[in-house]
């Protein structure tokens, strides 16, 4: 069997005393915890170009599957390198050194301007650790900080200090040729409630409101506020949440409580489908120059609503995101086409695209104060682009990977191919004829998919490999 990557996450590892010391040939010798050694930046630095990649190096041979990025804002997060919320992990590319002791993390786009940027390796609420590349015992956690050049920017103008509430319906289409968008079956259409809590006077609770006197509370996620539900069809989505009066009400740190009324409007006012006009030339991009990508008008659309487009690299990196005011990139709600700028994809990729229009019933950044506030209705076509050159062909990638307390153990798969089998395997010990299957992931269209292991539960280590039989 052919491996589709190379990449293994571990769930949970043992610590304490056990691995303490070292059996070797010669006898018994104390044990001694990696330690990085040195970063560049270093911390503390300040006007840090851009474009710099950050490097560590260590006095011990790492394990590189283990050096896995997210971001310190959650009670446990799923990896071993930590950084501020104003990073996206998911933008890091790794490369080690042939001693595997020197770690440079690229990161894709430029890192953002006037920021200051902290990481931490091996922090305690990190439930992956980095560790030495034959027993894997974790490194002695460390941390640093360091600030950008440039003046700083809010990408979508909105103060980092605030919440966000958000309430919207919304329809999902797959567009694969010329033809129009059909709906998309791997993501159906759906209702949500999201309530974030901004810096000052935290949200403790929230609940939903609708019409028929039906009152929903919000589940608590990580600080987080979410009421989610899909439906089969459109009708269904539309039966179960109808135009008329919702309101939000949340309960504050603070007292006066925080309550926002909003009007869902008729199903008709739903904005058009986005449409891809130029699919084939999205196909045979060529990177070296600037690509203009055209679409359908957003007929109807006002000066609330707007367009909104993301591109993601084959291992579910963000490339592109417009509108955004930092670099900048405009796309004004009377667009019909966007221009993706020269040297902005790379060469022989394919990548997912997704065109969003919103038609908003309510916004505001004043109504509740210190909140972003958003109700809409939506739809976003999915479609792919490529790039001529260069030949390769997108592997699998083992992504966000997450233990959630008492189990089971999440990860996403990124860069499938349609209609090709794969498996999900698991092993505790690495050695030949150990692993065994946890999911078989053959899906239609899409190129992502979701993979739970509900037996990672106990002690030990655990890790993952996606082959393709």
Known sequence: MTFSTHTFVPSRRLTGLLASLLLLAAGWQAWSQPQLISAVPASGATGVPLTTAIVFTFDTPMEPALAIHATDTTPFAGGSILWSANIAPGNFQNSWNASLTVLTCTYVGNLPAG?????????????????????????????????????????????????????????????????????????????????????????????????????????????????????????????????????????????????????????????????????????????????????????????????????????????????????????????????????????????????????????????????SSVGALTKATAFTLATTGGGVVPQPQIVSPQLLPGGPFIFTVNSLTPATTYRAEVSTTLAPGSWTTVKTINIPTGSTDSVIDNNATGTGQRYYRVIKP
């Open 115 to 371: 920021a200051n940027v902290v990481w931490k390796i091996n922090p305690a609420n990190a439930l992956i650790k980095l560790g030495a590349e034959e027993d894997q015992f974790p490194a002695v956690p460390a941390s640093g900080s360091f600030t950008t050049a440039g003046a700083s920017c809010d990408p979508d103008g909105i103060p980092d200090s605030f919440g966000s509430i958000f309430v919207a319906k919304g329809l999902a289409y797959l567009q694969n040729s010329a033809a129009s968008p059909v709906l998309k079956p791997d993501e159906k259409p759906g209702f949500v409630a999201l309530v974030m809590s901004p810096d000052v006077n935290a949200v403790t609770s929230a609940n939903l409101l609708r019409p028929g006197s039906v009152t929903t509370p919000l589940q608590n996620v990580f600080g987080q506020f979410l009421h989610a539900e899909e439906f089969d069809t459109q009708l269904l989505l539309d039966q179960a949440y109808p135009p008329g009066s919702y309101t939000m009400n949340l309960n504050r740190q603070t007292p006066p409580n925080t309550s926002l009324p909003m009007t869902m409007p008729a199903n008709s006012a739903y904005p058009p489908t986005p449409q891809i006009g130029n699919y084939a030339a999205a196909q045979t991009i060529n990177p070296a120059l600037a690509f203009t990508l055209t679409f359908g008008a957003f007929v109807g659309g006002t000066a609330s609503d707007f367009i909104s487009l993301e591109i993601l690299d084959d291992q579910g990196r963000e490339v592109l995101s417009a509108p955004d005011l930092c670099i900048p990139l405009a796309l004004p709600v009377n667009a019909t086409s966007f221009q993706i700028p020269a040297n902005t994809l790379q060469v022989g990729r394919i990548y997912s695209g997704r065109l969003t229009f919103t038609k908003s019933f309510y916004s505001s950044t004043t109504s509740p104060a210190n909140f």
